[in-house]
């Protein structure tokens, strides 16, 4: 086929929009809705699976120094702590960080501690807080920073990156779940709803199939049309999208105190994946309308 061919049908699709408007509205109004449950459901997943690493990132493995070690000997076990293959953040805490810390979580016994020790913290030892970049490690990774010298202990709680682990393994399998079923629904209400377009206009498809219009010919306009109702669907769906978004993360945000607690801190600000989202909905939605198109001709071609 030659290219003004090509254009010509081309062109044909796009007038076909307009010809037919309510078919194609309603096509339109089934992928955007479509395209933006199985959007949202997947962003819902991308950021519930970075809040429980981000609760997994709060599960630190505290380090005790011998008692009286020397800033030489800190920076050293510092030092090798850092040079650990898991290790994410190390932040040292001094004797006197130590006790003024021990004195604001024990309000009620602060005045035990101004009288019988006051301010000498010399019978503390130095130490760090050690953050860890997968938490499923942090049992070895105990290991490997207790067996550095001057260090007298290395704890931390494995229930908790066991928990969060298990946690990750069961939101996965749910999310995958429900976003295939939300894909194959969606897949199921487009097809019926280009079924329905394509059938509105059987007999034209007929007629152009006995006139010894080749199937490629009869197909061309169906597709682009399909594409540019899909495509225009996709741009829908991102900006709502990302009007949702925004005001939720927005809400969100404000709430420090439930971002620290629930790992809510992890969430993904938009204009880091926005890219990415615009790039899924406009591919997404052209694909769908346009395969879906063509496959509905497959039965009114076959005269």
Known sequence: MKLSGIRYLADQGVENIWKNKMMAFATFCVLLISLLLVGIAGLFYINLNSMIKGLGSQNEVVVLMNVGTTEEQNSAAEAAIKELPNIDKVEFISKEDALARQKASLPNAEKIFDEYIGSDASFMPDGFSVTVKNTDKITETTQEISAIANIQSASASPQVAE???????????????????????????????????????????????????????????????????????????????????????NMIKEQGMLMNTFGVSSLIPFDKIQFYVIIAYLVSGALIGALGSVVSTRKHIDV
């Open 163 to 249: 928990f969060l682990r298990e946690l990750r393994k069961v939101v996965s399998i749910i999310a995958g779940a429900i976003i295939i079923a939300l894909a194959v629904v969606s897949m199921i209400i487009i097809s019926n709803t280009t079924k329905a377009s394509v059938f509105a206009r059987r007999e034209e498809i007929q007629i152009m199939k006995y006139v010894g219009a080749t199937n490629a010919f009869i197909r061309l306009p169906f597709f682009v049309e399909g594409m540019v109702t899909g495509f225009f669907a996709g741009a829908g769906a991102y900006f709502i999208t990302w009007a949702i978004y925004s005001s939720a993360y």
